[in-house]
């Protein structure tokens, strides 16, 4: 896996577009667009949807700027946030050092987490899920997989999923089965 920081790599012009978007004038913009306030809500209704006690462990990936992790170590819980920029981790290392909080953030790729079925619950909020193709959402699946605990929660927040579905949509499409042609239409 290449190092997520690393501008270096050789990444196919439009695939993976979103592997140095969060950094410069897109973490400014992302910082001034985030909203401010119901983070704590946000946070609360995970943690009662999930039915999470104090020292539970979480994982926020991709935590971003920490917005919901800072709060969820607020209620007491054992969190780690994993997040692909830079700018990102070093604003929500600030943020918690300001509350006096310890969270474990780390540079990282989603795909790419830690290993061991150690977390009672996983969040990916903020319509972090569909940035990736195919194969790269189904490995931040398996990923997650494999770093959450048997029984264990996965929330995915998707309010945008219409840029999630549009890149793939096809309106039409036909095949021939067994001497007959399917015909499908499409429309959103």
């Not at 979480?58 to 969820?72: F, H, K, N, S, Y």
Request: net charge negative; with cysteine; charged share 20%.
């Amino acid at each position: 896996m290449p190092n997520a920081g690393d501008p270096s790599t050789n990444d196919t012009p439009g695939t993976d577009w979103w592997r140095h978007h969060f950094t410069g004038l897109m973490t400014d913009l992302w910082r001034a667009i985030l909203p401010k306030g119901p983070s704590t809500a946000d946070a609360a209704a995970l943690v009662k949807r999930c039915a999470l006690a104090a020292g539970a462990k979480v994982l926020d990936v991709p935590c971003g700027e920490g917005r919901i992790a800072v709060e969820l170590a607020a209620m007491g819980l054992d969190v780690t946030g994993i997040d692909i920029s830079a700018d990102l981790i070093a604003d929500a290392k600030a943020k918690s050092a300001a509350r006096g909080l310890n969270i474990d953030f780390q540079l990282g790729d989603m795909r790419d987490l830690p290993p061991g079925a150690n977390f009672d619950a996983i969040f990916c909020m903020g319509d972090s899920f569909g940035y990736m193709d195919d194969a790269g959402n189904l490995a931040f699946l398996k990923a997650a997989r494999a770093a959450l605990k048997p029984g264990g929660w996965m929330v995915i927040e998707i309010k945008m999923l219409a840029e999630i579905l549009f890149p793939n949509f096809r309106d039409k499409a036909a095949a021939d089965i067994g001497g007959m042609t399917l015909n499908i239409a499409r429309s959103f």
